[in-house]
T-cell receptor, first 110, second 116 residues
Framework: GQSLEQPSEVTAVEGAIVQINCTYQ??????LSWYQQHDGGAPTFLSY????GLEETGRFSSFLSRSDSYGYLLLQELQMKDSASYFC???????????FGPGTRLSVLP | GAVVSQHPSRVICKSGTSVKIECRSL??????MFWYRQFPKQSLMLMAT?????????EQGVEKDKFLINHASLTLSTLTVASAHPEDSSFYIC????????????FGNGTRLTVT
């Protein structure tokens, strides 16, 4: 089976850098994805790591280390609008659906 | 623009009413769609996988007779909450992904169901 863990809450100030970690126990998966969800809204796709290493997309970067069963989402130059919940997710090998982590609620303070 | 469209966005109904939620993929054909349920401040819980032209695959603990799924075309899946009760009140979200390797999930905007 698949199990993912994330911190429940993270708080940071505007302009800062924050890292949201995701550790997992899974027998095999295609890659690690990250989704952002604002209160009352739908999740939106942020980033994907199919291979180990760092992927950068603007202010957001994501990292994966399969040997360490670990990944993270890095948010730079934080803005108030980044306050949201962030979910890591994996698609198990041979499967179509995604398994989501419990989510990390990020609060950005002025 | 939106890739997956979900309607309605909000439903308030009385106990015993059946509610239908539609999910459409707008610019691609989706042989598979996913229905999630989300409680406040919690993660997305997969309810079922909707398969075009065949029966849906339900997750353990999800009542098939309560949550009826129909995937009649390659762009439309519907979730019907049959005889809804207050405990069915929740946020329901559908999603689909393009049939490409490593394609991400695209979500509808969700449906907030309140059963009184």
């Amino acid at each position: 089976g698949q199990s993912l863990e994330q911190p429940s809450e993270v708080t940071a100030v505007e302009g800062a850098i924050v890292q949201i970690n995701c550790t997992y126990q899974t027998s095999g998966f295609y890659g690690l994805s990250w989704y952002q969800q604002h209160d009352g809204g739908a999740p939106t796709f942020l980033s994907y790591n199919g291979l180990d290493g760092l992927e950068e997309t603007g202010r957001f970067s994501s990292f994966l280390s399969r040997s360490d069963s670990y990944g993270y989402l890095l948010l730079q130059e934080l803005q108030m609008k980044d306050s949201a919940s962030y979910f890591c997710a994996v698609r198990p090998e041979g499967g179509q659906n995604f398994v989501f982590g419990p989510g990390t609620r990020l609060s950005v303070l002025p | 623009g939106a890739v997956v469209s979900q309607h309605p966005s909000r439903v308030i109904c009385k106990s015993g009413t059946s509610v239908k939620i539609e999910c459409r993929s707008l610019d691609f054909q989706a042989t598979t769609m996913f229905w999630y349920r989300q409680f406040p401040k919690q993660s997305l819980m997969l309810m079922a996988t909707s398969n075009e032209g065949s029966k849906a695959t339900y997750e353990q603990g999800v009542e098939k007779d309560k949550f009826l799924i129909n995937h009649a075309s390659l762009t439309l899946s519907t979730l019907t909450v049959a005889s809804a009760h207050p405990e069915d009140s929740s946020f329901y979200i559908c999603s689909a992904r393009r049939p490409l390797q490593n394609s991400p999930l695209h979500f509808g905007n969700g449906t907030r169901l309140t059963v009184t």
